[in-house]
């Protein structure tokens, strides 16, 4: 079967590693790469403080923590470097003493059905200084041993290699021509549309609507000389701003959500002024920095805040995952096992009708219609 996936974010690129360890499929990965949301990720997993009621998301998201260690060890077993992924724990900071008690409370009642939440603490200012000196907060901070942080461009980039597919670098269109889909002048019995915020611009000239939206983020990260950040811990105070550290002296400090930018993707000094200010407050080291850049993408949304997968309607052989939001990192190899399971009439650790494609994508042109005009 050859199998065409469109797209290379941790969607696209978890699929192609899974499907490539299938005995008869032959996979072809295509990616334009432009505004990419996996790579200008923040990289925290640490989905259990949500307060999100969607009971669906919620489970989507546990289970998608879980399922990072398996992979990072099927990575491993097939001889790869994993040090993209580290469960450093999450420092959590809440001004007002009783949304802190809340959020311990929630956590805690997660801690039976999620045991990778690990050690569960309340830490004092000195144990905070302790461990994470550059820091300067006030008061009691939530910890959670469990939660890691991602480099989700080395993630992919890794995922690819192991599959060892062919990758080919540009934008490309889908076609459904008699036998099957044409993509870039080749036949594919069966694809994958892991285009993230694009999904629209795919589907639409086929005649479908398609409800996902782009969100602009932007982040900073900043390069310190003989700094050891290799086991710090993810600070999560209120608002939009997150401190992650990475290895090698890499800190990253992030990020913004913007709705009004559709996919515009340049750099908006005043969203990373007011970013790095807010980080100054906590993290004054940023002023050290030897160096400073910017990673910008474009998240995806559906109208309900709620990702989706499955098969395209009325398009046999097409499945799509998108609308993965603000925690895609958390879910995406997930959803992408979950793909690959569907391509073989099977389920992994999901049910897919809680997360049906056909309630964000809708077929507007008759079947028959369509299928003359792709035909021709
Ligand atoms: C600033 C920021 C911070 C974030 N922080 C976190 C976080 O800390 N934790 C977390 O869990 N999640 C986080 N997220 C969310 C997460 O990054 C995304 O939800 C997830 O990466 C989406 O993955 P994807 O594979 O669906 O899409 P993407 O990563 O966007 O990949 C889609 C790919 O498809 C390609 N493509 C589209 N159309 C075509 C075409 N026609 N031809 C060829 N290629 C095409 C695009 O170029 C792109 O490379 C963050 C996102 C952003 C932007």
């Not at 499929?25 to 295509?30: G, N, Q, R």
């Not at 549309?193 to 479908?208: N, V």
């Not at 959803?335 to 009708?353: G, T």
Request: charged residues 25%.
């Amino acid at each position: 079967m050859k199998v065409a996936i469109i797209g290379a974010g941790i969607v696209g690129s978890t699929a192609a590693y899974y499907l490539s360890k299938e005995k008869d499929m032959e996979v072809t990965v295509f990616d334009y790469g432009l505004g990419q949301a996996t790579k200008a990720a923040a990289g925290i997993i640490s989905p259990w403080f949500s307060r999100r009621r969607n009971k669906a998301w919620y489970k989507m998201a546990r289970l998608g923590a879980d399922f990072y260690p398996q992979m990072v060890s099927d990575l491993e077993e097939d001889g790869f470097d994993t040090s993209f992924y580290k469960q450093v724990g999450i420092f959590l900071h809440k001004k007002t003493p009783e949304h802190f008690q809340d959020l311990y409370e929630l956590a805690h009642s997660r801690l039976e059905e999620s045991p990778l939440i690990g050690d569960l603490t309340i830490l004092s200012e000195e144990d905070v200084k302790a461990a994470f000196p550059d820091l300067q907060t006030k008061g009691q901070m939530l910890y959670a041993s469990g939660a890691a942080r991602l480099d989700g461009a080395a993630l992919t980039q890794t995922l690819l290699q192991a599959s060892a597919c062919p990758v080919v670098r540009k934008e490309v269109r889908l076609k459904k021509v008699a036998n099957g889909y044409d993509i870039d002048n080749q036949l594919f019995d069966r694809v994958i549309l892991a285009t993230g915020a694009w999904l629209g611009k795919i589907l639409e000239p086929l005649g479908y609507d398609v409800d996902v939206r782009p969100q602009k983020g932007q982040l900073l990260d900043y390069q310190f000389e003989d700094y050891q950040t290799e086991d710090l811990p993810v600070f999560m105070p209120e608002g939009e701003l997150d401190v992650i550290p990475f290895i090698d002296g890499k800190v990253s400090v992030g990020a913004s959500h913007e709705n009004d930018k559709g996919f515009d993707l340049t750099v908006d000094e005043t969203v990373l002024n007011r970013l790095e200010s807010e980080a100054r407050e906590f993290f004054p080291k940023v002023d050290e920095a030897v160096s400073k850049s910017d990673r910008i993408g474009i998240r995806a949304y559906t109208s309900d805040f709620s990702p989706f997968y499955g098969q395209v309607p009325d398009l046999e052989g097409v499945y799509v995952a998108s609308g993965l939001g603000s925690s895609g990192l958390t879910t995406g190899p997930l959803i992408a096992r979950e793909l690959v399971s569907m391509l073989k009439n099977q389920e992994f650790w999901l049910h897919s009708d809680d997360y049906k494609a056909s309630n964000y994508i809708c077929h507007t042109v008759k079947a028959d219609k369509y299928s003359e005009n792709m035909i021709k």
